[in-house]
């Protein structure tokens, strides 16, 4: 059972900068470092698409929409999870959320539009709004 809170959501200007976090509290079962975890948005009536996701081995992948502007960071003593955002852009407006799942293999089901039953743990969301 894993539970995670995100934080550091708000409203920048073009060209701003963004630090979320994702903390994963009451990790039973399963240590942490063994959970693919990954950051995902959603525009309003859309799915949620990855766009950054860190593996059990910390390999990492990237949306071409955020590659080389986001930088995705675990941190395996504190249980966290963070994505550096820099050079927003308004098309980055979005609910922001971060996701864990423990099972073997299911990195796979991070990249791309992703269903909220396709992975096992899911935060509250956090918004992020860039304006211009």
């Known amino acids: 059972q894993v539970q995670l809170v995100e934080s550091g959501g708000g409203s920048v200007q073009t060209g701003g900068s963004l630090r979320l976090s994702c903390q994963a509290n009451k990790v039973s079962g399963q240590t942490y470092r063994t959970y693919a975890m990954g950051w995902f948005r959603q525009y309003p009536g859309l799915a949620r698409e990855g766009i950054a996701t860190?593996?059990?081995?910390?390999?990492?992948w990237y949306a071409e929409s955020v590659k080389g502007r986001f930088t995705i960071s675990r941190d395996h003593a504190k249980n966290t999870l963070t994505l550096e955002m820099d050079r927003l852009k308004p098309e980055d407006t979005a609910m922001y959320y971060c996701?864990?799942?423990?099972?073997?293999?299911?990195?796979?089901?991070?990249?791309?539009?992703?269903?909220?039953?396709?992975?096992?743990?899911w935060g509250q969301g956090t918004r992020v709004t860039v304006s211009s």
């Open positions: 996701a864990a799942d423990g099972r073997p293999g299911r990195w796979y089901k991070m990249v791309g539009e992703v269903a909220p039953e396709d992975l096992a743990y």
């Open positions: 860190i593996d059990r081995d910390d390999s990492i």
